[in-house]
């Protein structure tokens, strides 16, 4: 069994989203996948319809210390669709972050409940908080890969270069290696920011980025309400494409994997350096855009107040003018 842990502790870089569309396309080409929710705010068992106050047993059973081990992990999971489990989630979780303070053994609760699930699933998929505690160190410990999501932004580079000091300590003290990818997520190629930066990630990370990009679409936001997965949602969408693309290059496992190591966080902090220098380029850009708008609401503005003199001024910048404009005068 493969465990994927999906982290960030950035919100909304789309942890959920990779989460619950990876395990559904994953569970579509014949794989058998436990989709387990490590995230107190329960995103992934809402985002697959059920409603966490209604269930019965949770993660919440699994990792709390008080259960000391005796709840099984099979327990738990609910039967989803073909081929897909879950492991579900709900606000309770949040407690064991306090419950797990100084308790021996902290980090490994989830690896040892997910043992015996071992042989019975091809891959196990866990959705992370979007925050590094003893819940993230968890899903870490019992991963063997780790799916690092990255908007572009700022703060989510930042949580690259937080996640993999982790990734080095649990190498460091508990001899455990997780191999890290980087995937862009909500990647938006009209803009020259967007590029720049999708450049200098692959530039950064080689061999650690997907190959795949998930580029921003509304109808992967859409999903969120209907409660379903991308490939029951809209199988037209580019959200469906690209998500089922990074389910064949997850299958096929093209690349090596190897981060997890300080070179790698060296890395990451030089390319968020750099990443400062290329938002100054986006705020420029915007800079741009704001001018070149405020010319156009000038030459407008002007034109309804001195239609003639508009005129000929028109004739000297056509390009601040909407198409079709000058026919009125
Ligand atoms: N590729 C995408 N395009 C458009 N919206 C997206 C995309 N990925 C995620 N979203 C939306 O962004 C929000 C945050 O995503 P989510 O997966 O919940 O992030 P996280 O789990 O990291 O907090 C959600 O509303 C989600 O529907
Ligand atoms: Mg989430």
Not at 4 to 11: D, E, F, M, P
């Amino acid at each position: 069994m493969k465990v994927i842990a999906i982290a960030n502790q950035k919100g909304g870089c789309g942890k959920t989203t990779t989460a619950i569309n990876l395990s559904s396309l994953l569970a579509g080409k014949g794989q058998k996948v436990v989709l387990v929710d490590a995230d107190p705010q329960a995103h992934a068992t809402m985002g697959l319809n059920l409603v966490p106050g209604d269930l019965g047993k949770t993660m919440f059973d699994i990792l709390s210390p008080s259960n000391n081990g005796n709840v099984p992990m099979t327990e738990i999971l609910l039967s989803i669709r073909d081929n897909l489990w879950l492991a579900p989630s709900s606000a309770r979780l949040s407690a064991v972050e306090q419950e797990l303070a100084g308790v021996e053994g902290r980090e490994s609760k989830l690896y040892r409940a997910m043992g015996p699930l071992e042989g019975n699933y091809d891959y196990a998929v866990i959705d992370c908080p979007p925050s590094i505690g003893h819940l993230c160190v968890n899903a870490l410990r019992a991963a063997q890969e780790v799916i690092i999501p990255i908007d572009l932004s700022l703060f989510s580079l930042r949580g690259v270069s937080k996640l993999m000091e982790i990734v080095f300590m649990l190498k460091e003290r508990l001899g455990h290696e997780v191999k890290a990818r980087a995937l862009i997520t909500m990647f938006d190629n009209r803009t020259k920011y967007s590029r720049l930066v999708l450049e200098k990630v692959r530039e950064r990370f080689g061999e650690n980025v997907f190959d795949t990009v998930i580029r921003y679409n509304i109808r992967l936001r859409e999903t969120v309400d209907s409660g379903l997965p991308i490939s029951e949602y809209d199988r037209r969408s580019i959200g469906y494409k690209d998500y089922d693309r990074l389910a064949e290059e997850v299958l096929t496992g093209t690349r090596p994997l190897s981060v997890g190591d300080q070179e790698a966080l060296a890395a990451a902090e030089d390319f968020i350096e750099e990443a400062e220098g290329l938002r100054k380029v986006a705020m420029q850009e915007e800079e741009e855009a704001v001018h070149e708008e405020l010319e156009r609401f000038q030459v407008q503005g002007f034109k309804s107040l001195y239609p003639s003199m508009a005129e000929a001024l028109v004739v000297n910048s056509p390009s601040a003018l909407a198409e079709g404009d000058d026919e009125e005068y």
